[in-house]
Structures are given as C-alpha cells and as structure tokens.
C-alpha cells in the first residue's frame, strides 16, 4: 500500500468496494483472509480512502467486517443470497452514490498502489467517456475501474436486456469506455485472491 505525497483525496469520485462474494475457491470468507498480516478487505479500504474521501462497502454482511475498518465507511446493504455478480452490485451501488464519478474496486486486490489511483483520478474531468478502465493482455480489469454514474439508466437495461449472461466484458465494449494504459509496473496492482495458493504470492 503506497502512500500519496501532496494529495488531497478526491471529492468528485466516490470509491464502491465489493464486498458480497461467496469465495467458494477460497474456501472462507476472502475479506477476512490476511496478506502480510492484513486483512484484504481492510487493505483494500485503506488504498481507498487516500484516493476519495468517500468510501463505500456493499455487502450482505456489515456486521462481519465492521471490526476492521473505521466509523467513516459508509455501508451498503446487498440482498443476502442473490449473488448477481460484479456488475449488477455496480448497479446497486451506483443508486446510492451521489458525485460524477465511482471507483469500483474488488476486496481482494492486495497490491493496489494509491499513486496510481490518484494519477487516474486526475485525469478523469478531461473525458467525456462513459467509463475509464484498465486494459491489460486483451482485457479489461473492470473491478479496479472508473465509471460515470449517470450512466446507471444504460447499465440497468444491460442488465434487463442480458440477465444471468451480463458480463463487465460485454458491456465495455457497448459503451464508450476509455482504457487506461498499464505497463510492468502498474500491473501487480489486478493481481486479485481466489485461492488459498494466491495469498503466498509476494
């Protein structure tokens, strides 16, 4: 987790951490499991809020992480049960949020490097598109990425339109989603955890 030097955390974009999987690979609850002594959920909050002074976790379970994070998380109740997927918690959250902006980002991303976040976040009044997202090797890295939240009508009749087959891939490539470069150094940042083995990687 890198600190930012000289940066005062973003007002226009409002950070949506995801929190609601049911890690059937991990095996428990991958929020709660600990890379380098630290829970994902709570390093992943931390990268957070040094980028945006507001800070969301949707999940169906608040009470399980409540211990980890501070009285400034802002709690977004998912449906217990429904597990629709990323994009349609991306939906969900987006009915809550109230700046231009949104940072989507996975609980289990444990090299994400604040600099950078803070470097997109800069950039993001000098478009007009409809989202800014990492590309790397042939595809989009849709849980650590920007979106606008007026564009909440065209997500939700995606989803009305694609049901259980809706995916973040399909729906970039319908609108006009901007992708951000990522090279050698940027790219530890997507490095997610799915399985026991993945948290003994350093």
Known sequence: ?????????????????????????MGSDKALVTWQGIPLLQRVFVVAQACCRTVFVLTPWPERYQSLLPSSVNWLLEPPATFAGPLAALSLGMQSIQTHWVLLLACDLPQLDAAVLARWIQTLPETNAVAQVPYYQDRWEPLCGFYRVDALPTLQNFLAENGDRASFQQWLQTIDAVPLAVDVATSPMFYNCNTPSDLTVN
């Open 1 to 25: 987790m890198s600190c930012i030097v000289n940066y005062k955390p973003s007002q226009q974009v409002t950070v949506l951490i995801l929190a609601g999987g049911r890690s059937r690979r």
